[in-house]
C-alpha cells in the first residue's frame, strides 16, 4: 500500500469538494480547481476527511494512488492558504518591475525581457530583486517560477543570476592565474 496514497486528506472549515464519479471540483476562500482522476483511483469524502483508494492492485493504480492523493491535496491547500515561490535576484543592475500582470527583468541582456503571467497567477516585487509568485495551483506556480529562473540562472563563477529564496549555489574557484 502506498505510504501517501493511504493517508487521509483533512477538510478545512471553510473548503467545499464535489465529487462527481471521476470529476472533483474544490471550492475556497481563495478560488476554485478541478480535476479528474484515472479510473485506477477513486475518491470518497468521509465527514472532515477526504480518502483517495485505488480499483485494484495493478501496477498503473498503485503508480497513481500517492500522486493522485497529493494533487487532491495540493487543491485543498491551495484554495484555502495558496501557494507561493520567492525568487532573488543577484548581480550589478540586475533588477525586476511587476505591472499589473506583467513582469518586467532586467538582467544583463541588451533588452528587458517581458513576461506575461497567466490568469490566477500573481507576480510581486520587493526591493527590486525580490520576486515573489502567488497563485492556488501549485504546479502552475512552481512553472512560472521555474521560467522567471530560466531567463537568468545562477552562474557558478560569480553567483550572478536568478535563484529560488533558499536556493544554494556552489561557487567554483576561477582560472588560476600566471605565475
Keep these: 500500500m502506498s505510504r501517501i496514497g493511504k493517508k487521509p486528506i483533512p477538510l478545512p472549515n471553510k473548503v467545499t469538494i464535489d465529487i462527481k464519479g471521476q470529476h472533483i471540483a474544490v471550492k475556497g476562500p ?14 470518497n469524502q468521509d465527514g472532515e476527511t477526504i480518502l483517495v483508494q485505488r480499483v485494484d492492485d495493478s501496477r498503473v493504480a498503485r503508480e497513481r494512488h500517492g500522486l493522485f492523493r497529493t494533487l487532491v491535496s495540493n487543491m485543498i ?3 484555502s492558504k495558496g501557494f507561493e515561490k520567492r525568487l532573488s535576484i543577484q548581480g550589478v543592475g540586475y533588477r525586476a518591475q511587476a505591472q499589473g500582470t506583467k513582469l518586467t527583468l532586467n538582467v544583463g541582456y541588451s533588452k528587458p525581457v517581458e513576461m506575461t503571467m497567466p490568469k490566477g497567477i500573481n507576480v510581486a516585487v520587493e526591493n527590486n530583486t525580490q520576486v515573489v509568485v502567488s497563485g492556488i495551483d501549485k504546479e502552475i506556480v512552481g512553472n512560472i517560477a521555474a521560467k522567471i529562473r530560466g531567463v537568468r540562472p545562477p552562474e557558478p563563477y560569480k553567483g550572478k543570476g536568478i535563484r529560488y529564496q533558499d536556493e544554494y549555489v556552489r561557487r567554483k ?7
Aim: glycine letters at 16%; hydrophobic letters at 35%; charged letters at 30%.
Design 30 to 43: 481563495k478560488g476554485s480547481l478541478e480535476l479528474d482522476l484515472p479510473s485506477q483511483v477513486t475518491v
Design 77 to 79: 491547500e491551495g484554495v
Design 173 to 179: 574557484a576561477g582560472k588560476a592565474g600566471k605565475k
